[in-house]
């Protein structure tokens, strides 16, 4: 049975894969409390990873849909954390976002705003989080972005 979070997701035309896999020597979440801290997820889709700097091949929409990208991932990995019921998600507590853009490039806050605005739109108010979002010189395998979140669940 589809619960009410992913109901909402294929609404929007999202369905949640499995979870990424770690890269190397750590995991993907640890759960402390009622707390999950998800590891960075970096920006890639069914299609493969998105790649390139902003400010210099990656304009202010593909950096944005490459954010969404990566908040997708995330709720991937909460979903894995909640033994596969989102609906435990009680809301996104913060949200920690690097942009691969140049050193001129100032509009980090607006491509992470991919994220963001899509959480509020699955979640309601319960996307709406703190959050930072930081310029980075380069990002692992060149992607455009890179977001670690913090979660509650229930």
Do not use: W
């Amino acid at each position: 049975m589809t619960g009410q979070i992913e109901t909402r997701l294929a609404q929007l035309g999202v369905t949640l894969s499995d979870a990424p896999a770690p890269a190397a020597n750590y995991v993907p979440f640890v759960q402390s409390g009622d707390l999950v801290y998800v590891s960075g997820q970096i920006s890639q889709t069914a299609e493969g990873l998105i790649t390139g700097k902003l400010g210099n091949d990656v304009n202010l929409e593909g950096g944005a849909n490459a954010a969404k990208a990566c908040a997708v991932a995330l709720l991937s990995q909460v979903k894995a954390a909640c033994d596969g019921d989102l609906d435990r998600l009680v809301r996104v507590v913060k949200l920690t976002g690097f942009v691969n853009s140049t050193p001129d490039f100032t509009d980090q806050p607006k491509v992470i705003n991919g994220a963001s605005d899509f959480l509020v739109d699955a979640l309601g108010d319960a996307g709406r989080h703190a959050r930072a979002a930081v310029s980075a010189a380069s990002l692992p395998l060149g992607v455009a972005v890179e977001i670690e979140g913090i979660f509650q669940i229930k």
